[in-house]
């Protein structure tokens, strides 16, 4: 079993980040309950209980930190009640990826210098977790180098317009040398792509010694490594909260992809042949479920007429009753209805603007 | 004015019939609370209320009866809270149109034995009630002849197979002798008749001489003009609901244009010009209703997109964003939600038929 290849090492470290805001799938996933605190898969677990039970094996339980908002504070307690509040690391505002990657890298070094920390998003989805742990594993021991950065790449299955991708330089080594990053491409570049064999999915999960990104982000991004640098001495004192308030009343709103990951010159990739999803949309979401005879996914009590390839999806106490319709999202909570032809992404992008304009706070 | 030329006379007697469950407009019409208790069109008053008004100017209020289920005997009171509680006729259960009349002619035959009565849904729309009222005078004054069924049919405007038609023998006559009842024709079919000048739409109103709607009852319905002879010495004592209620334990489930009106060679029709609709359906209601400039009809709290066409109906504390939607009746309550091609008369109908045999009473 790979769970007894890896054997659980103190200076492994894993960062899950939990602070999104889930608009995508509004109006099932709120901002008082965003994706990753939902049961959207229906297993009976939300996505980051499953994300921090993927880590148990191969990680010491002390070591897994949670970054998110301090919004959600109450709802990480409550899905992860085993866990330490000081693992659960607060953001005052939300600035993306970027600043929440050096707080937890910051602190995690004050911990332990020798640190070598998994970033994962807490709300993608991996099956196959064998091959996931074999290419972690491979990825942790490229990462006792500290001059590199690493990420995981997925081989991709399909020319995917909805995924970011890696191009790396092709050989033998298990650790490839990144040439470029590139964003969701158009169709005909997708399908260039994975024609290509040079190209694999950005599953956004990195793996770095503490002082390699710490580096990098001060080369990279040092108005943001200045920021983190000051703040240091407060980490575990009680100065903490309010140093951490003034570092992102700074800081600045950025991904570290774009931040970091495509300027660095010393970014690899691992290539990891499992199943993966960042379950980014309503369409993925209906791929990955349980369907019926005519394609529909029905997580609601519900009787449907003539209706195919349908995501439906309320409380139970509700009854739904539909005809007629073919590839549309119909999602209910006690404040919204939202019915949209399923595959609109853009639309569902839109909704949370349009009504937050229209309508005011009270529906998000 | 029309209402100067209609003296209101003693011996006028109205029956409002409204113990329909409404069906066709389930969920928003609920078996609690039917169609004609609900303000369906937006006014600010429900159709029993308007249909009760309707006949104020023509008729003695105490004068006016309302038969309907005992079940609804609250929302009579509720409606029509001037009403004295012997003017609301309660049957124990739904057995279609005759026994209602029947119930209704003997209570007032008992009380005024030259009673000229007009019967007509709760449920139904008149505008240009001018011309209502001044073909309900002639038909009233017809009806004084004891031995006339009359009732008003409308011109039609449209060869409309939602309604049922009456064929007339033209002639210069105001009360025409009534040849043929049909029930909902084809298309083919309403089209001939609406060339041929000779057919008008059959709007359920009709206007009698107590002792000929009697008459009627007993030569066309025997065992039902049986029964009510029967109890009728218990009206108006305290033997009158136990006796009401046996009455209807023994008499059959029948319309009264099959089984009186398409029987009798006494019936008559008086043309009217006036505007009427039997809101029979979600469509009809689409037209009746005020549309958006993209031919919606918006009864919510609601955000459209590339949407049309459609009947959209929701309390307003719920919020319904829809796109994509074309011809579509989005309904909802607190237990339903219904989404249907919004001119699927079929459909609508059977809902509640598989509701109730999949899910049970709760939903209805």
């Known amino acids: 079993m790979t769970q007894k290849k890896q054997a659980i090492q103190p200076n492994h470290f894993v960062v899950i980040m939990a602070g999104g805001t889930g608009t995508r799938f509004w109006p099932y996933s709120r901002k008082s309950r965003p994706k990753q605190f939902l049961d959207i898969l229906g297993t009976g677990k939300s996505l980051l209980r499953i994300t921090y039970e993927r880590f148990i094996p191969v990680c010491n339980p002390e070591n897994i930190f949670i970054v998110t908002n301090q919004e959600y504070a109450d709802l990480v307690e409550e899905i992860i009640p085993e866990i330490a509040t000081e693992q659960i690391l607060l953001e005052p505002v939300k600035k993306n990826t970027a600043p929440c990657i050096a707080l937890a890298s910051y602190k995690i070094r004050k911990k332990n210098p020798d640190a070598i920390i998994t970033v994962t998003p807490a709300d993608h989805m991996i099956f196959q977790e064998d091959k996931f742990f074999k290419a972690l594993s491979v990825a942790r021991d490229g990462a006792t180098d500290q001059g590199k950065l690493i990420t995981i790449g997925i081989r991709p299955s399909r020319p995917e317009t909805g995924y970011g991708y890696i191009q790396y330089i092709p050989g033998k080594e298990v650790l490839k040398k990144v040439k470029t990053f590139t964003e969701k491409p158009e169709a005909g570049l997708a399908q260039k792509f994975l024609e290509s064999g040079e190209f694999v999915w950005n599953a956004g999960i990195f793996i770095w010694h503490v002082n390699a990104i710490i580096d990098a982000l ?147």
């Open 218 to 364: 001060n080369h990279c991004l040092p108005e943001i490594g200045e920021v983190f640098e000051e703040i240091q001495n407060e980490f575990y004192t009680d100065g903490e909260e309010k140093a951490i308030f003034n570092a992102y009343s700074q800081t600045k709103n950025i991904s570290i992809d774009y931040g970091v990951m495509e300027k660095a010159p010393n970014v690899y990739v691992v290539l990891g042949s499992f199943s993966w999803s960042d379950l980014g949309s309503w369409n993925t979401l209906h791929e990955l479920s349980e369907q019926d005879t005519e394609k529909n996914v029905v997580k609601a009590n519900a009787i449907l007429y003539d209706t195919e390839g349908c995501y439906v999806q309320a409380p139970m106490d509700k009854l739904l009753v539909v005809k007629g319709l073919k590839n549309y999202l119909i999602t209910e909570n006690e404040k919204v209805i939202l019915i949209c032809p399923k595959d609109d992404e853009k639309a569902f992008k839109d909704f949370t603007i349009d009504v937050k304009k229209q309508k005011g706070d009270e529906y998000l």
